[in-house]
């Protein structure tokens, strides 16, 4: 009797414990506005570790998904991610192709990451300054930068 309710307790421990990690997931909406166009798509790259940002190649990202474009506006909602930090990056691409199209040097389709507003030499592209804590559902507007 007794070891069937100490059995029955750690049962119950372990479900509660499995119950609360499922618990643990937020979504994350991110919005785009301010397109200079509708052509193409926005591409969305999610990041979640340090040194992954900046990524020409999307080649470190952690989640990566593309949304259409309706009146020089683009969103797109990432679901059941665990608590954690995380750095947005986002591309209009424009001509469909997933990758940013250069001129010379500089990018000749918009791109844009979360907490920057600005883009230059001194203001590279980081994990460090693009990340956030995500602890609860957010949403988090992304201004699109155009050179």
Known sequence: MIKNIVITLILFTLISFNKKDEEKTFSLTVK?????NSKGVVQFAL???EGSIPDEKY???YIKDIAPIKENYSTIT????????YAINILHDENKNGKIDKG????????GFSNYQSIGIRNRPK????????????????KVIYF
Request: charged share 25%.
């Open 32 to 36: 785009v506005t301010h397109l200079r």
């Open 47 to 49: 990041y979640n570790k």
């Open 59 to 61: 080649k470190k990202y």
């Open 78 to 85: 990432f679901s059941n991610l665990p608590q954690g930090k």
């Open 104 to 111: 010379f040097i500089l990018p000749k389709e918009g791109i």
């Open 127 to 142: 994990f460090s300054k693009a990340s956030f804590m995500l602890n609860t559902n957010t949403t988090k507007e992304i």
